[in-house]
C-alpha cells in the first residue's frame, strides 16, 4: 500500500502512472461478522459496545464491474449508521448484503460472511471498470453513498425512488472505512481542495441528508424567515441543518445538550438556542405509555419565548420517539415536520388532532439523489458551507470513535485516517482555506 501513498503524496504523479500502479490483492479494513451478529443479545442498547464488533484486518480486494471504480481511502468519518451496524440494531446488515446478493451475478460479490462498513470518503481514484469516462485515475474526490441501479423507472425523477436504493457501505459491502473502497462512479464528486483529507471526507452522508430534509423541495422546501426548530443542533445532522437555515435566512432554533455545544451554535451564528438538560422536559410519562402534553406546551411556550410569540415553521426531526409527538406539536399551523430517522426509537405516538386540525405535514426524507447530493457538496467547495470535524482518530481506533457517537460524546463529525500518515494533509487551495479558516475550525477544541 505504501507505493499508493507514495504515489498520492508525489504530488505530481500522472495519471497514467497512477493507472499503472499495481494494486493490492487485500487491504486493511473494518468489519462487522456474520457469525457475531448475535453476540449483543440480552444487552441493552447502550451498553453494546462497538469496540467488541468492530474488527480491523485484511480482506480481499473485489473483483471490479463495470460503471464502478476503486478509490484509495485517504480519510473517511464515522455515520451513526456504522454504530447500527456494530450493534447490529435495528436489524443485522447481513440481511441487506445477502439481498443485494440475489440481484445479480456481479452483487454477488457482497454477500460475504464480513462486512467493510462505512459511508464516507474522500481519497484518489485508481482505477475504473469498463464504461466509466468521467472519471480518471489520479482524480481526487469525494464519495457520496447513494448505490442504485437505475433499472427501473420509478427513480428517473428521483434516484432516491429507486426499488433498488441502497446507502453504500451500509446496505453494501466495501465501504469507506477502509484502505480501499469499492463505488459506484456516479458516487464519485471533486474532493473540495481547500480542505485537508479529513475534513473534505466529513460532510458526505450528513450533508446531503441535511439538505434534502430541509432545503429541497424533496424535503422541507425551506424559505427565508422560516422558523427552524433543529434537534440534536451540533450533532452530525444538526450541525448542517443549522448552516443551512443561516445561509438561507431562516430563523434556527437550535436544541442542544450542554453549554459547549451551545457555544458551537453561536459560533455558527445561531442565536436561539435552547439547552434541552436545563429543561428537563419529561415528553413521555414515567409507565412510558402516554405523551405529557403538558411538556410539549412547555417547549411550544419555550419557543415563543424565543422568537417574539411565533411557532415552527419546520421541524428537523431525527430523535424520533423520544421528541415526535412534541415536534408535531409546536409546528404551527401548516406547518411541517420532516424526518430522517428514530435514534431514540421507531415506534412514534403524536396526538394526531394536532396535525390534521392545523393542516400540519410530515414530511419523510432519505439521504439524497444524485443532484441533490453533489449540490450539497459544491456548497463545501464554495466555502459557502463548512465540514464540522471536532476529532480524528485513525482506522485503528474506529471502535473508540463508533462508542463516542452511540454515548453521544462527540460533537459534529468524527473523522477517519485511513491511508493519509497524518492529520492536515491534502489541502491545494490555501487561499480559500484562510478565508473560511475560523468556520472551518468552529468544533474543534470543544
Ligand atoms: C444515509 C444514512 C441513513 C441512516 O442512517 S438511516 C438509519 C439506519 N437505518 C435503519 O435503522 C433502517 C434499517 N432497516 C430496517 O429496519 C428494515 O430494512 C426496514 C424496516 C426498513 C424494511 O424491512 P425489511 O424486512 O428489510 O424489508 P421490507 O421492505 O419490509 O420487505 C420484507 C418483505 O415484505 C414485503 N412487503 C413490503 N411491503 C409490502 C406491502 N406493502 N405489501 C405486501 N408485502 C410487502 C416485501 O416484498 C418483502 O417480501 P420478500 O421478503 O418476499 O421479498
Ligand atoms: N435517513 C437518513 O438519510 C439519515 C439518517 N440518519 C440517522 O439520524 C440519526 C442522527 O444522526 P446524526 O445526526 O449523524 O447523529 P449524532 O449522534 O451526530 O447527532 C444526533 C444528535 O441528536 C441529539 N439527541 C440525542 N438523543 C436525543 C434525545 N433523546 N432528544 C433530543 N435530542 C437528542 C444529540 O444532540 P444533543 O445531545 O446536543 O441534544 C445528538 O448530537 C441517526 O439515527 C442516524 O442513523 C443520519 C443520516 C442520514
Known sequence: MQHILDAIQAGDTSAEDFANLELPES????????????????????????????????????????????????????NYNTVWTSIFEPVSTFGFLERYGRLSELTKRHDLPYHVVGSDLSGVVLKTGPGVTKWNAGDRVVAHCL???????????????????????????????????????????????????????????????????????????????????????????GGFATQYALNGGANPICVVSNEEKAEICRKMGAELIINRSDEKWQFWNEEGTQQNPKEWLRLGKKIRELTGGEDIDIVFEHPGRETFGASVFVTRKGGTITTCASTTGYMHEYDNRYLWMNLKRIVSSHFANYRESWEANRLIAQGKIHPTL????????????????????HQGKVGVLALSPSEGLGVLNTELREKHIDKINAFRGV
Open 27 to 78: 487491504y486493511r479494513a473494518v468489519t462487522v461478522h456474520k457469525d457475531e451478529v448475535d453476540m449483543f443479545e440480552g444487552i441493552p442498547s447502550k451498553e453494546k459496545d462497538p469496540r467488541k464488533s468492530l474488527h480491523v484486518e485484511d480482506v480481499a480486494l473485489p473483483e471490479l464491474g463495470p460503471g464502478e471504480a476503486y478509490v484509495a481511502v485517504m480519510a473517511s468519518a464515522i
Open 147 to 237: 448505490s442504485v441501479e437505475m433499472e427501473s423507472a420509478d427513480g428517473h425523477n428521483d434516484s432516491m425512488l429507486d426499488p433498488e436504493q441502497r446507502i453504500w457501505g451500509f446496505e453494501t459491502n466495501f465501504g469507506g472505512l477502509a484502505e480501499i473502497a469499492l463505488v459506484k462512479s456516479n458516487q464519485l464528486m471533486p474532493k473540495p481542495e481547500h480542505l485537508t483529507w479529513e475534513e473534505a471526507a466529513s460532510p458526505g452522508l450528513v450533508n446531503s441528508t441535511a439538505y434534502r430534509q430541509l432545503v429541497s423541495k424533496n424535503g422541507g422546501d425551506m424559505k427565508q424567515g422560516d422558523n427552524v426548530l433543529i434537534w440534536g443542533a451540533s450533532g452530525g445532522l
Open 390 to 409: 471536532s476529532r480524528t482518530y485513525t482506522l485503528d481506533q474506529v471502535g473508540q470513535a463508533a462508542l463516542d457517537v452511540h454515548h453521544n460524546k
